[in-house]
């Protein structure tokens, strides 16, 4: 097929259907620096419950089930920790942290203790890049890794959207009405 | 024969090599076939096959790190991709070197069936355009075939391997032995129609492909299902691989002796009779090295692999190889130029409530249009170039965060074609693979040396490829139709060819109309390196067509007792 000498690249554009954040971009095609060598990186337990409050909130549990169910949070761990360059891992927590930092200044409280109105209101101001110091892109990067974690997990496969393992056959004019939801890849 | 172990000795067990070891096992020669890589069994070894995204190492992604480390030059074939990397050379640890820094990509297997399993299956005919084409413009050698030659024995392997296509009638791109076409979607036809319409003498048809539409219960193959994981290896036998078609074809004669991790350093050869006499290997593992004897050699390594081994089997008490007398191995190495691209949006309501149900194998195809009757008046430059491409939506784009962002990707967005073209690269007599004697690599093998550049001729294609695409693109209706151009480096089209070209002249060629070493009669070299020029089409089809007539030739030699 055309797109696969592609490779990851392409893969990965497939699930964001966007222009892809660079950290995450350069983990995926493996043009980082030479000399970098992946680290075991864990998240503090304060680190991992806000990571998994934002993801929840990027995709909440609605009719199907959301990021934390789909274990998007042991993700991007992982892709911190296995794939990252240390300089954009080292990024990504500061920013992260930035978000942290904004919700206590303006309401007094860690972002996992905001109500979910609270937290929508955070993220809303981090995606039209309201937090100073934290650009647009941050939001952005964060919202990729969501989505190539959730649309990659068995919950996103097969309950968000239909997991055909063994198609059988191949119909180019197939009505959307007749699923009403993505084919996984 | 008495101081023979085998009849046959056929190196590289990949899409040449496969072949040539089923039909001489088939002509009842007793044969070895040797691969440097490690054993896949089919279905057993395909480690990866049916499992989803989540069930992948990393998610499908291998850590840049590793990449960086182990693929520098895989990768470009999909190394990086976890579901697949296991069919990848590492190139770490199998270092190549270059002259004057100039970049090659070359993507290596390392496994029995060799690059059979990951191929893109593209199973096209060479036409008499191309095999004229060195005569007609003066570059290269003139192949001492022509497509007639050639035509029976692509029927005969086409038949064999199961081509699902589309008969066009085409004297650019001959019909074959087809089954039928894998479909096109919806938007393929809509662009079909459109195109054919406004550009008289385009054609848009669905790729011809190795991989089947109809079941060969007698192979005990099944159809293609749909799944597009065919680079992890197809238990259905779906796609024409080694492992699926030729070898259970070789090891039901009981003539085959198969051995896996065994890395053919050079060729003995002795000058009195000039005949190879022994294929020297010495053992991945145990680094033991053992001398194989037999009456015939194939040599399939793969093109530049093949040419390493030919440059490194040296006349006794010489630097000089024996297969070059003439001078010219090792010259003339082409890959197809590439990576240029031009997309167009499909924009029709009649198309938005549809999408593609299953994961097509295949996509469409553009046959060479430019300088088909001579030189266009319009073209500054010799030869063409065919388009792959395919029509696709993608999943719609996350807008916003929450529910309402998760609702809205339910859906789809629009019907895009893209496609990328593959040019012919001419043959360049200082484009050249040689050895570096100062670097030897773990098995005491002098590193390849590339000295590989793209030129004028395909630097003017690549041009006139994103002119015509968008140009065609746009007179078909499409909307937002735009180009780019990636880096075009040699190798990374995976389609390497030459070095040891065919040709009349034993003074400036390698090999003769059989594939026949010209200075060695035994000696059969039967892959990519064969080729004296590269088409604008995908050659596989090509090196399968030209292993089985070379071994239908050997055998008759031998029986005459000529070789």
């Known amino acids: 097929m055309l797109f696969d000498r592609r490779g990851l690249l392409a893969r990965a554009g497939m699930i964001l259907a966007s222009e892809i954040a660079a950290p995450l971009a350069r983990a995926l095609a493996a043009e980082a620096a030479p000399g970098f060598s992946a680290t075991e990186v864990q998240f503090t337990p304060d680190q991992r419950a806000l990571v998994s409050a934002v993801s929840e909130r990027i995709i909440p549990t609605t009719d199907t089930p959301g990021a934390i169910a789909a274990g998007v949070p042991a993700f991007i761990e992982m892709m911190l920790a296995d794939s990252y360059a240390p300089g954009d891992r080292d990024d990504f927590m500061n920013k992260l942290g930035m978000v942290e930092g904004y919700a206590r200044i303006r309401y007094a409280k860690a972002f996992v203790a905001l109500s979910p109105d609270e937290q929508d209101q955070v993220l809303t101001l981090a995606m039209q890049g309201g937090i100073s110091m934290l650009g647009e892109e941050f939001f952005v990067h964060c919202r990729q890794l969501v989505v190539l974690g959730y649309y990659t997990s068995e919950i996103g496969c097969k309950q968000e959207r239909v997991y055909l393992p063994v198609p059988g056959r191949y119909d180019g004019k197939y009505p959307y009405a007749d699923v009403r939801r993505v084919f996984a890849l | 024969?008495?101081?023979?172990?085998?009849?046959?000795?056929?190196?590289?067990?990949?899409?040449?090599?496969?072949?040539?070891?089923?039909?001489?096992?088939?002509?009842?020669?007793?044969?070895?076939?040797?691969?440097?890589?490690?054993?896949?069994?089919?279905?057993?070894?395909?480690?990866?096959?049916?499992?989803?995204?989540?069930?992948?190492?990393?998610?499908?992604?291998?850590?840049?790190?590793?990449?960086?480390?182990?693929?520098?030059?895989?990768?470009?074939?999909?190394?990086?991709?976890?579901?697949?990397?296991?069919?990848?050379?590492?190139?770490?640890?199998?270092?190549?070197?270059?002259?004057?820094?100039?970049?090659?990509?070359?993507?290596?297997?390392?496994?029995?069936?060799?690059?059979?399993?990951?191929?893109g299956r593209v199973a096209l005919r060479w036409s008499h355009i191309d095999f004229e084409a060195n005569k007609r413009d003066g570059n290269g050698i003139a192949w001492p075939i022509d497509y007639q030659e050639l035509a029976p024995w692509y029927s005969y392997v086409e038949k064999f391997a199961g081509i699902a296509g589309s008969k066009e009638g085409l004297p650019q791109l001959p019909d074959g032995e087809f089954q039928r076409p894998h479909p096109m979607n919806a938007a393929e036809l809509w662009v079909k129609e459109r195109l054919e319409k406004a550009v008289p003498g385009r054609k848009l048809i669905s790729t011809r492909t190795a991989n089947m539409t109809e079941d060969k219960p007698e192979q005990g193959r099944t159809r293609c299902q749909d799944r597009n994981m065919c680079g992890r290896g197809c238990s259905f036998g779906a796609y024409f691989s080694t492992q699926a078609v030729t070898l259970p074809a070789a090891r039901k004669t009981g003539n085959l002796t198969l051995m896996s991790d065994q890395v053919v350093t050079n060729l003995e050869y002795d000058p009195a009779t000039k005949r190879v006499t022994g294929v020297r290997v010495v053992d991945a593992n145990t680094k033991l090295a053992h001398v194989y004897r037999s009456r015939i050699v194939f040599l399939?390594?793969?093109?530049?692999?093949?040419?390493?081994?030919?440059?490194?089997?040296?006349?006794?008490?010489?630097?000089?190889?024996?297969?070059?007398?003439?001078?010219?191995?090792?010259?003339?190495?082409?890959?197809?130029?590439?990576?240029?691209?031009?997309?167009?949006?499909?924009?029709?309501?009649?198309?938005?409530?549809?999408?593609?149900?299953?994961?097509?194998?295949?996509?469409?195809?553009?046959?060479?249009?430019?300088?088909?009757?001579?030189?266009?008046?319009?073209?500054?430059?010799?030869?063409?170039?065919?388009?792959?491409?395919?029509?696709?939506?993608?999943?719609?784009?996350?807008?916003?965060?929450?529910?309402?962002?998760?609702?809205?990707?339910?859906?789809?967005?629009?019907?895009?074609?893209?496609?990328?073209?593959?040019?012919?690269?001419?043959?360049?007599?200082?484009?050249?693979?040689?050895?570096?004697?100062?670097?030897?690599?773990?098995?005491?093998?002098?590193?390849?040396?590339?000295?590989?550049?793209?030129?004028?001729?395909?630097?003017?294609?690549?041009?006139?490829?994103?002119?015509?695409?968008?140009?065609?693109?746009?007179?078909?209706?499409?909307?937002?139709?735009?180009?780019?151009?990636?880096?075009?480096?040699?190798?990374?089209?995976?389609?390497?060819?030459?070095?040891?070209?065919?040709?009349?002249?034993?003074?400036?060629?390698?090999?003769?109309?059989?594939?026949?070493?010209?200075?060695?009669?035994?000696?059969?070299?039967?892959?990519?390196?064969?080729?004296?020029?590269?088409?604008?089409?995908?050659?596989?089809?090509?090196?399968?067509?030209?292993?089985?007539?070379?071994?239908?030739?050997?055998?008759?030699?031998?029986?005459?007792?000529?070789?």
């Not at chain 2, 693929?71 to 190139?91: L, P, R």
């Open chain 2, 1 to 119: 024969m008495t101081n023979n172990d085998f009849d046959a000795i056929v190196i590289g067990s990949g899409i040449s090599g496969g072949w040539a070891a089923k039909e001489l096992c088939e002509k009842n020669m007793k044969v070895l076939m040797l691969d440097r890589g490690r054993m896949v069994e089919h279905g057993t070894d395909y480690i990866t096959e049916g499992k989803g995204p989540w069930e992948l190492a990393y998610r499908g992604n291998l850590p840049a790190a590793e990449v960086d480390r182990d693929h520098v030059m895989s990768k470009w074939g999909g190394a990086g991709q976890t579901s697949q990397t296991h069919f990848f050379n590492n190139d770490r640890l199998n270092p190549i070197d270059f002259e004057n820094s100039k970049p090659f990509r070359w993507v290596r297997p390392n496994q029995v069936g060799g690059k059979s399993l990951i191929w």
């Open chain 2, 300 to 563: 399939c390594a793969s093109a530049m692999a093949s040419n390493q081994i030919l440059l490194n089997s040296r006349l006794p008490g010489s630097d000089r190889s024996f297969a070059d007398s003439s001078g010219v191995l090792g010259h003339y190495i082409m890959d197809h130029c590439f990576r240029t691209n031009v997309w167009g949006t499909v924009q029709d309501p009649a198309l938005e409530p549809l999408i593609a149900y299953g994961r097509r194998p295949n996509g469409v195809y553009i046959p060479r249009f430019r300088n088909l009757n001579g030189q266009d008046p319009d073209a500054d430059f010799v030869r063409g170039y065919g388009m792959q491409g395919a029509a696709e939506r993608a999943p719609a784009e996350p807008v916003g965060f929450g529910a309402a962002m998760k609702e809205a990707m339910r859906k789809y967005g629009p019907w895009i074609i893209k496609f990328t073209a593959f040019a012919e690269c001419l043959p360049y007599k200082d484009n050249t693979l040689s050895l570096n004697p100062n670097k030897l690599d773990r098995f005491g093998v002098p590193l390849a040396v590339f000295n590989v550049t793209f030129r004028d001729n395909e630097m003017k294609m690549m041009r006139d490829a994103a002119l015509q695409g968008e140009a065609m693109l746009k007179a078909a209706g499409l909307v937002d139709v735009a180009s780019d151009n990636e880096e075009h480096v040699p190798g990374d089209a995976i389609h390497e060819m030459g070095g040891a070209c065919m040709g009349e002249d034993p003074r400036a060629s390698v090999v003769n109309r059989w594939s026949q070493a010209h200075d060695a009669a035994n000696l059969f070299v039967t892959d990519g390196s064969q080729m004296a020029s590269t088409s604008c089409v995908n050659p596989s089809m090509t090196f399968m067509a030209l292993t089985a007539r070379a071994a239908d030739h050997a055998v008759k030699l031998a029986k005459a007792g000529a070789i």
